[in-house]
């Protein structure tokens, strides 16, 4: 019980440090967006054993990688040039906070924030 009332706090004090906006989508699961002109969503995040991207843009996601916080490539998951959502298995990383590169086809990326509980 005091586990899950921490981890709600903790998410609660994310929401309100992060330059971000909290918002639900179909099932109710949190997003938060990290900036106003994201292409694609991560979610659920904190994530405990999957994560997806919501890829909201036209442009097909190329390759997703997951870097620890130094910089180092954790996962990588080369996806083609899918539009549709993918479900990436987080369960083996260690708890912490993690950037989501995503590139897409054009040669553009981006970066997300992902936390690990």
């Known amino acids: 019980m005091k586990k899950n009332l921490f981890f709600t706090l903790l998410y609660s004090l994310l929401l309100i440090s992060l330059p971000a906006q909290a918002e639900t989508i179909e099932n109710d699961t949190p997003v938060i ?3 106003s002109s994201t292409k694609s969503k991560l979610y659920p995040n904190p994530a405990r054993d999957y994560i997806q991207i919501k890829n909201s843009s036209s442009l097909p996601i190329k390759n997703i990688s997951i870097l620890s ?3 180092s490539s954790m996962l990588n998951k080369d996806l083609g040039n899918q539009l549709e959502e993918q479900p990436i298995n987080v369960s083996r ?8 590169k995503i590139s897409y086809h054009n040669g553009s990326q981006e970066i997300l924030n992902l ?3």
């Open 115 to 117: 936390i690990k509980i």
């Open 69 to 71: 916080m130094v910089g």
């Open 93 to 100: 990383l260690p708890s912490g906070r993690y950037f989501v």
């Open 33 to 35: 967006e990290q900036q």
